[in-house]
């Protein structure tokens, strides 16, 4: 089964592809989403470089492939003033 929708999922919508090289849409995925850094997800599992990617081609893809910001998910730290004098 091989994925038809043409399509990759970004915060900013859906990005349809200008050719069948999965990196080089990924990248102009994310650029289209306003992403400077980002995680990618293709074939159900996120991957952390190129190199590891399964397949090169959109058309070999199985599940829809996606881009996401770093900071989607990233817990938040609250910073406050600090009181040297312990009040």
Known sequence: MSW???LIKTPAGPYTP??????AE?????R??????FRVFANGTEVLN??????RSIQELQNVASVQG??????L?????YDRAGR
Not at 70 to 75: G, T, V
Not at 77 to 81: I, K, R
């Open 32 to 37: 289209f989403a306003g992403l400077a850094e």
């Open 4 to 6: 038809r929708s043409g």
């Open 18 to 23: 200008e050719t069948d090289n999965l990196v």
């Open 50 to 55: 190129p190199s590891d990617l399964t397949v």
């Open 70 to 75: 770093l900071a989607e998910d990233a817990e």
């Open 77 to 81: 730290a609250e910073v406050s003033g």
């Open 26 to 30: 990924l990248v102009k995925a994310a």
